[in-house]
């Protein structure tokens, strides 16, 4: 659900904002579900990553895909 939640948003989302769409959740399980996503994004077969970000986390593209990312926006924009 976390994941999920995270990818959907597009800003940075914290542990209490995930806690207030998670019904029934305990902040340090979301914490805990937060901190396994970060551990397995951070294994390097992601494109993906999760990072902490103005109190909350977010979905970023690893910095190494920045080149082809701005390129597609680019591209995005001049249709």
């Known amino acids: 659900m ?3 939640l995270l990818f959907a948003n597009g ?3 914290s542990v209490g904002e995930l806690k207030n769409v998670i019904e029934g959740a305990a902040p340090q399980d979301i914490q805990t579900a937060v901190d396994e996503l970060r551990r ?5 077969s992601h494109a ?3 990072e902490e970000v103005a109190g909350g986390y ?3 593209t690893r910095p ?3 080149e082809k ?3 597609l926006r ?3 924009g001049a249709t």
């Open 58 to 60: 977010q979905f970023l």
């Open 11 to 13: 800003e940075p989302l």
């Open 40 to 44: 397995e994004y951070a294994g390097g």
């Open 48 to 50: 993906m990553t999760i």
């Open 64 to 66: 190494e895909h920045n």
């Open 2 to 4: 976390v994941e999920a």
């Open 69 to 71: 990312v701005a390129l």
């Open 74 to 76: 680019k591209i995005k």
